[in-house]
């Protein structure tokens, strides 16, 4: 079935301790992405990667990190995470930039 | 920049016509709809080109006036289904870099009534 996963789903952590959460996808994707859902702000794009050479910020990248070293995995790193990085994080691919985009489940982040 | 999406909800009895509308206060590639049910994930509804014409899903369809930089997506004969909230996303070319950056509006939450 092609999918994207993420994990974990849910996760409550404390401030400062390093986290990553990982995407993966299995309909060999150049393009991939990761959003940031709050109420009242919409989606928010945190990362994106046109394919494995080029990662580029979106709009709200500060505190977060990715990695892209092969073409089905993006995962996105908290080194040191604060409260107001409390959200719900999507991640996507799709086939090349600018076509249809497919989100995983979404990870909900809690940090105290 | 966020594109701006109006109303920012909308109530509808079933079988009623809807019309979502978003703008930008920048030249646009293409704009991009979604919507997201109560708890998943946003689900790809379609995508309008710079130049393209209005495209169609079921009964649901949308447009794209470049000189006006704004999208509308026409919601027809509502069904309960329809439930959820609809984000446009717009593209706007990134100069230089080859890269493309999908920005979405806050979204319309639409409620279909019985």
């Known amino acids: 079935e092609a999918q994207v996963t993420q994990n974990p789903r849910y996760l409550i952590t404390v401030t400062g301790k390093k986290l990553t959460v990982t995407c993966s996808q299995n309909?060999?994707?150049?393009?991939m992405s990761w959003y940031r859902q709050d109420p009242g702000l919409g989606l928010r794009q945190i990362y994106y990667?046109?394919?494995?050479?080029?990662?580029d910020k979106g709009d709200v990248p500060e505190g977060y990190k990715v990695s892209r070293k092969e073409k089905r995995n993006f995962p996105l790193i908290l080194e040191s995470p604060s409260p107001n990085q409390t959200s719900l994080y999507f991640c996507?691919?799709?086939?090349?930039?600018?076509?249809?985009?497919?989100f995983g489940p979404g990870t909900r982040l809690t940090v105290t | 920049q966020q594109p701006v999406q109006s109303p920012q909800a909308v109530i509808l009895r079933e079988g009623e016509d809807a019309v979502i509308n978003c703008s930008s206060s920048?030249?646009?590639?293409?704009v991009h709809w979604y919507r997201q049910k109560h708890g998943e994930a946003p689900v790809f509804l379609m995508i309008?080109?710079?130049?393209?014409e209005q495209k169609g899903h079921e009964k649901i369809s949308a447009s794209f006036n470049e000189k006006k930089q704004q999208s509308s997506l026409y919601l027809t004969a509502s069904q309960l289904s329809y439930s959820g909230t609809y984000f446009c996303g717009t593209e706007i070319p990134d100069s230089g870099a080859g890269s493309y950056q999908l920005t979405f509006g806050k979204g319309t939450k639409l409620s279909v009534i019985p």
């Open positions: 920048k030249a646009l590639y293409s």
């Open positions: 309909m060999n994707h150049e393009y």
């Open positions: 309008l080109l710079k130049g393209g």
């Open positions: 996507a691919s799709g086939e090349q930039a600018g076509y249809e985009q497919y």
């Open positions: 990667s046109m394919n494995v050479e080029v990662t």
